[in-house]
DNA sequence: ATGTGTTTAAAACATAAGTTTGAAAAGGCA
DNA sequence: TGCCTTTTCAAACTTATGTTTTAAACACAT
């Protein structure tokens, strides 16, 4: 049922935000028990409330420390993008590379590949708890303003509502896709394979860097 | 805090379907206890059990009665635009407008749209509760291997790993967007209207058609 | 060694939620 | 009307879960 097990020895605090990070992953926020975090934690449940306040707060903690690094791989691919295309436009991919690739390091362990981890960023941002929505803005509005900027300057002729629009598919794309990437193993009878990372990576940004290109049709009854 | 009060004199069962929609919608599998659907509802706590049996079977059925039509009416174009395609290859377009037209009018009530039907048919995708997963396949996985076969003739030249990573991305891209469209207007500071259906759903058509084009890339490391 | 602040431990508490119960009310039919 | 079935209702039951409490164990400086 759980995963490789925590190692010995690690502190209270960190064997908590371990066993936080996989179970969060797997069950989402209301999935998410402090008994079953500190019994795969092996410590005490008091400990989760002694250490962190709350069960809130030890999981907005647990994002604060995947999520922010990711982020800042994020921007600083971008800023290597920019200085690439002499500060003039960046080209598309290049954009959606900076955005998507650093998942793919972040969910590569020690221990092999660990697609928990993506199902962890989706739920991030599909959870209906309400505090969630809090996490998503503190950790993503910013980002997505700084992005925004740049794939503005990369599409001079498209129009604010087509950026916006083809952002927020892009994003829900790659946060959906890479969550649920166990399932397409499935559907397709074996024939994709999650566990292969770059593949998959590759692809979306092939299909979301295509799929920017659409200038949106005026709209039409259907 | 509710949405339009359901109108009285409807019967007990109706009532609580109709009830566990919204709330479920709003707050996901989790976060829909029976007594707030009851509450909505305005009928006995006991009702739901009495009618249902269990919170899993009301959701279930919930679920039945909403996706079933849409599937129905998802094949029935898929059928029409095979038919004006006089049964060669149907375009791209015209499959993925089959996929995703449907859940317009679903979302489109008596009273205006409801946007949180569109949340709905997202969660039910991406809910981490167990059964949910049951629920999906039940619905969603022979309708995958009919949308399937039409696109691989559509796609002759496309490998079958791209076929399907490109379906799994374009599904995700569709639920992701339209569960959380919400957001998109918030991001963009209200440029992006999600009220605009129609709108909405042909630039998602728009930009799936043009993700789909993407033949995939060799890997490459990055 | 002793005292002090920190961490762990077991147990209890309070609340929330799915379910069950038994009686009352409503509906239908001879 | 009288009887039977179906439905509604209020209350209780059971379990799960976040949190608190109090004491013991521990670490470490004096």
Same mark, same amino acid.
């Given at each position: 049922?759980?995963?490789?097990?925590?190692?010995?020895?690690?502190?209270?605090?960190?064997?908590?935000?371990?066993?936080?990070?996989?179970?969060?992953?797997?069950?989402?926020?209301?999935?998410?028990?402090?008994?079953?975090?500190?019994?795969?934690?092996?410590?005490?449940?008091?400990?989760?409330?002694?250490?962190?306040?709350?069960?809130?707060?030890?999981?907005?903690?647990?994002?604060?420390?995947?999520?922010?690094?990711?982020?800042?791989?994020?921007?600083?691919?971008?800023? !290597? $993008?920019?200085?690439?295309?002499?500060?003039?436009?960046?080209? /598309?991919?290049?954009? #959606?590379?900076? %955005?998507?690739?650093? *998942?793919?390091?972040?969910?590569?362990?020690?221990?092999?590949?660990?697609?928990?981890?993506?199902?962890?960023?989706?739920?991030?941002?599909?959870?209906?708890?309400?505090?969630?929505?809090?996490?998503?803005?503190?950790?993503?509005?910013?980002?997505?303003?700084?992005?925004?900027?740049?794939?503005?300057?990369?599409?001079?002729?498209?129009?604010?509502?087509?950026?916006?629009?083809?952002?927020?598919?892009?994003?829900?794309?790659?946060?959906?896709?890479?969550?649920?990437?166990?399932?397409? !193993? $499935?559907?397709?009878?074996?024939?994709?394979?999650?566990?292969? /990372?770059?593949?998959? #990576?590759?692809? %979306?940004?092939?299909? *979301?860097?295509?799929?920017?290109?659409?200038?949106?049709?005026?709209?039409?009854?259907?």
């Amino acid at each position: 049922m759980s995963t490789v097990a925590i190692p010995r020895g690690t502190d209270t605090k960190e064997r908590l935000l371990r066993a936080a990070e996989g179970i969060f992953g797997r069950h989402g926020y209301a999935g998410t028990t402090l008994r079953a975090v500190t019994a795969e934690a092996e410590v005490n449940l008091a400990s989760a409330n002694y250490h962190f306040g709350s069960k809130e707060a030890l999981v907005m903690e647990m994002l604060r420390q995947r999520v922010a690094p990711i982020n800042e791989e994020r921007l600083r691919l971008l800023d !290597e $993008a920019k200085r690439k295309a002499e500060f003039g436009p960046i080209p /598309l991919e290049d954009i #959606l590379e900076a %955005l998507i690739m650093p *998942l793919g390091g972040a969910a590569r362990g020690q221990d092999g590949t660990d697609l928990s981890f993506l199902q962890l960023v989706g739920r991030s941002f599909s959870e209906p708890a309400e505090f969630m929505r809090r996490v998503h803005d503190t950790f993503f509005r910013e980002l997505a303003e700084v992005f925004m900027g740049e794939i503005r300057r990369s599409c001079p002729q498209a129009t604010e509502a087509d950026l916006w629009w083809n952002l927020h598919f892009a994003i829900n794309a790659m946060l959906g896709s890479l969550s649920q990437c166990r399932r397409v !193993e $499935a559907m397709s009878n074996g024939i994709c394979e999650a566990a292969d /990372l770059d593949g998959m #990576l590759n692809r %979306l940004v092939a299909f *979301l860097a295509n799929g920017f290109q659409a200038n949106t049709p005026p709209s039409r009854t259907v």
